[in-house]
């Protein structure tokens, strides 16, 4: 019987130029580099200029994306950008992306609000709407200016975040519903809103009129996110049927190199398995985990057919977990 999968045929991402270091930041707020890469793993960060926006980032990362894809925007069948940082809180990026690609008009776009599990959201929506055959294609976007939201005077928080951008182009595969086929093998999504006021901004447009700043409570969010994200690890690995041994790289939210650690010696995935990249990106939230897919792929460590587990965390809390063959 045929089986229809979401296969990831291309994928690409975008940095801005400028980069802040652990030093630069011990310039702007009492921190040195020491607290910084021993509580947290990060040594430097890259953040947009002015002028440089949410969607720049994002159609860069989607036409690079498109070009390893060998597919044009008339190609595409749906666009989602995962984001918590859109340039207007109306119209959503993804449909300005759209336009300035030349997606073809009436092709469905959208944003998707899961914070720092935003792409995993996403692959879950458009994985089940390949399967159920509403669509062929999708341009799926992780891209965040976290700058912008960071008061640069706090030094709890100012230090942890960065800008960025990745994107996949997926593609319905049909194979045999094995577990060696490539595509996505399993999704689960989750949220708990008891926990709102752990992680998130102190401001919004309905309630402040203003994005606010982010704010968290640290050592709370830390805990959650390890049970959370090894939930989710269970979770996809047991509706494929597969063990954590099976596994060749855990690919983790990128939020810091303890919470990755934990989450990697829990799972018993092997370091040199697991994909760190918090070390130079800084947390990007939604746009953590696709250019962190999109730069170990074009590093050559992540190659067509190794299975690669993805589990995230965020604000709302929201987490899940994806498990692809690439
Ligand atoms: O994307 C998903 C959401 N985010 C996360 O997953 C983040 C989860 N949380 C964390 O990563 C960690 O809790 C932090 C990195 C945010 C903080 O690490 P911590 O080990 O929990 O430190 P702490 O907040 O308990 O602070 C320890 C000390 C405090 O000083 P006192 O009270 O012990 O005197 C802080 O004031 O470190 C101080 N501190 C700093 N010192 C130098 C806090 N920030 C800084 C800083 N530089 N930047």
Redesign the pocket.
């Known amino acids: 019987m045929k089986y229809t999968r979401t296969e990831i045929i291309g994928c690409g991402h975008y940095l801005p130029s400028k980069v802040l270091t652990n030093d630069d930041l011990s310039k702007m707020v009492d921190?040195n580099d020491e607290?910084?890469s021993t509580?947290?793993g990060i040594r430097s960060r890259h953040v947009v200029e002015e002028g440089e926006l949410t969607s720049d980032m994002a159609l860069n990362a989607a036409n690079i994306a498109l070009e390893n894809a060998n597919m044009t925007a008339q190609d595409i069948d749906l666009v989602v950008v995962a984001t918590l940082t859109p340039d207007n809180t109306t119209p959503s990026v993804a449909a300005k992306v759209a336009g300035r690609l030349g997606v073809k008009p009436g092709t469905p776009a959208f944003d998707l609000g899961a914070a720092?599990s935003g792409f995993v959201y996403s692959m879950t929506m458009v994985d089940n709407m390949i399967r159920l055959g509403q669509i062929k294609t999708a341009l799926v976007i992780g891209v965040e200016s976290l700058s912008k939201i960071v008061d640069w005077t706090d030094?709890?928080t100012c230090?942890?975040f960065g800008d960025g951008a990745g994107a996949v182009v997926v593609r319905a595969k049909e194979g045999e519903g094995l577990s060696s086929d490539t595509g996505v093998l399993a999704t689960k999504i989750y949220a708990d809103g008891t926990q709102y006021d752990s992680?998130g901004t102190d401001g919004g447009v309905s309630s402040t009129k203003t994005a606010g700043f982010v704010h968290?409570n640290?050592?709370e969010?830390?805990k959650y996110?390890v049970g959370a994200m090894c939930e989710a690890c269970d979770a996809v690995l047991s509706q494929a049927n597969i063990s954590t041994k099976e596994v060749d790289w855990l690919l983790p939210?990128q939020?810091?190199i303890r919470?990755i650690s934990s989450v990697g010696q829990k799972l018993e995935v092997p370091d040199e398995k697991v994909i760190v990249t918090v070390d130079h990106h800084g947390?990007t939230?939604a746009a953590s985990i696709p250019l962190a897919l999109s730069e170990s792929v074009q590093a050559g460590k992540i190659k067509k057919g190794d299975l690669v587990l993805i589990p995230a965390?965020?604000a709302g809390f929201t987490w899940g977990g994806l498990l692809i063959r690439y």
């Open positions: 921190t607290w910084i509580r947290t720092c030094r709890n230090v942890l992680l968290m640290g050592k969010v830390f996110a939210h939020a810091n919470i947390n939230s965390m965020g």
